[in-house]
C-alpha cells in the first residue's frame, strides 16, 4: 500500500496530538518501541523481532542526527510495522524506495511542523537547511504537496 503525503501527514498529526510531543524518542516510548545504541556499521535500523518493534542507533551520531534517524526509524515502526528496514546514509537519503521516501516524509513532518515553516516562510530551501541541519532533499520533501 502506497500512503500519500497528506495520509502521512495526518498520521503524524495525530501522534503529535496524543502524546502532546514532536520527540521521536517520547512517542516510541509511548508506544512500547524499545529502542537501543551500540555500535552499527550503519547509522540505524528498524526491526521486528519476536512481535516487538525494535529500533536500533547507532552510538556515533550526533544528537541532531540521533533524532532525524530516530524520526525515520518511528516512520517505519508505525507504517511498516513488519519489515526490517536499515538507515544508511549515503542510500536512505537519495530517496529511491517507497518505503523510504514514506519515512522520510514522516520524519521531516515529525521534526519540521507547519508552525516552524510558517515562521521561516520567507526562507529558502538552502536557508532552511542551514537553519535546521537537514539535507536540502530533507526540506524539499518536507515542502512537497
Known amino acids: 500500500m502506497i500512503l500519500l503525503k497528506k495520509d502521512i501527514k495526518k498520521l503524524v498529526s495525530y501522534y503529535i496530538k496524543k502524546f502532546d510531543t514532536t520527540n521521536p524518542f517520547e512517542i516510541a516510548d509511548a508506544l512500547g518501541i524499545i529502542v537501543q545504541t551500540g555500535k552499527l556499521g550503519f547509522e540505524g535500523c528498524y526491526m521486528f523481532l519476536k512481535n516487538h518493534r525494535c529500533i536500533f542507533l547507532s552510538e556515533d551520531l550526533s544528537d541532531h ?7 525515520h526509524e518511528l516512520g517505519h515502526a508505525i507504517m511498516h510495522r513488519k ?45 532552511l537547511s542551514r537553519l535546521t541541519g537537514y539535507e536540502k532533499k530533507l526540506i524539499e520533501l518536507r515542502l512537497q504537496k
Open 65 to 71: 542526527d540521533r533524532t532525524l534517524v530516530m524520526a
Open 83 to 127: 519489515v526490517n528496514c536499515y538507515f544508511i546514509r549515503n542510500q536512505t537519503l537519495l530517496l529511491n524506495s517507497k518505503r523510504e521516501i514514506e519515512a522520510n516524509t514522516f520524519a521531516m513532518n515529525l521534526l519540521l511542523t507547519d508552525d516552524m515553516l510558517y515562521e521561516y516562510k520567507d526562507y529558502t530551501i538552502n536557508q
